[in-house]
């Protein structure tokens, strides 16, 4: 009989792997410390006070908090369709609903234009209705939603396939319906990979640039979110470009990693 002690299964590391450990952590804080090193601290109060500077961080925390919403109710559908269902060609959907990850998001961005756009696929018909979404906030949520999602889904997926089925074969078994099982037993078993799989959609669609400036543009309070406002200044002032690079950096800790920590206890408290 093995009696399990708080060093059992620890494993000492090989030597060598702190050495590319530090040079990534490296590479990923120098450029960090390089941008507030660059600060313009004497005028950084103005610089990210004025009213493009406001207006482009609330549109941001706003359709941010408004696409993860949506990556939610879409994503965890979809992750549990291609985690638990056994439909034909479930490998290619996974590839087509993960194809966002890999394609450039200017890209994704032409592709909604073509969809949504007055011209597009379903803007017409949109037009038609009397309802506008290319250049409006709504395209802003849409293209955060269209390159946040996989994200979700990615993430979700792995904690269903790692979770296994035996707490829903044992509710189903003992005559809970479908959706109860799927209430009551699926998504609090696997709340940690949701919570993550959320933290990532947010951080996602708090950064999104490309897509966002082809499917919505660059319209002040309306489509400017802080990525396109930093894009924008970089040319006309540098200093107020660095500024909110550093404010929109700072916001992406603030929320993110108080949701980590939360979603490692959980996952610690699930074991």
Do not use: K, N
């Amino acid at each position: 009989m093995v009696t399990s002690t708080p060093l059992a299964g620890r494993v000492g590391l090989p030597r060598w792997l702190f050495v590319p450990a530090a040079l990534g952590a490296a590479f990923v804080l120098l450029p960090l410390v390089a941008m507030v090193l660059r600060v313009d601290w004497g005028g950084f109060g103005s610089l990210v006070t004025s009213q493009s500077a406001r207006d482009a961080l609330w549109l941001s925390l706003r359709t941010s908090a408004c696409s993860t919403a949506l990556c939610v109710v879409l994503g965890v559908p979809m992750a549990v369709v291609l985690a638990r269902a056994r439909i034909p060609g479930r490998g290619v959907l996974r590839s087509l609903v993960l194809l966002p990850l890999v394609i450039p998001p200017v890209v994704s961005g032409i592709a909604l234009l073509y969809t949504f756009g007055r011209r597009g696929l379903l803007g017409h018909t949109l037009d038609v209705l009397g309802v506008e979404v290319a250049f409006t906030t709504a395209a802003v949520i849409m293209a955060q939603t269209f390159v946040a999602l996989p994200f979700l889904v990615i993430s979700l997926e792995g904690a269903l396939e790692t979770a296994g089925q035996r707490y829903e074969v044992v509710a189903a078994t003992l005559g809970a319906a479908p959706s109860t099982v799927f209430r009551r037993v699926t998504l609090p078993l696997v709340l940690p990979g949701l919570l993550s799989g959320a933290v990532l959609a947010f951080a996602r669609s708090l950064g999104e640039f490309g897509a966002t400036i082809t499917f919505a543009g660059s319209l002040q309070g309306t489509t400017a979110t802080l990525p396109i406002q930093i894009y924008l200044e970089r040319v006309t002032d540098p200093d107020a470009a660095v500024a909110l690079s550093l404010v929109l950096v700072v916001v992406a800790v603030l929320v993110i990693a108080p949701l980590s920590r939360q979603a490692a206890r959980t996952g610690r408290g699930a074991l």
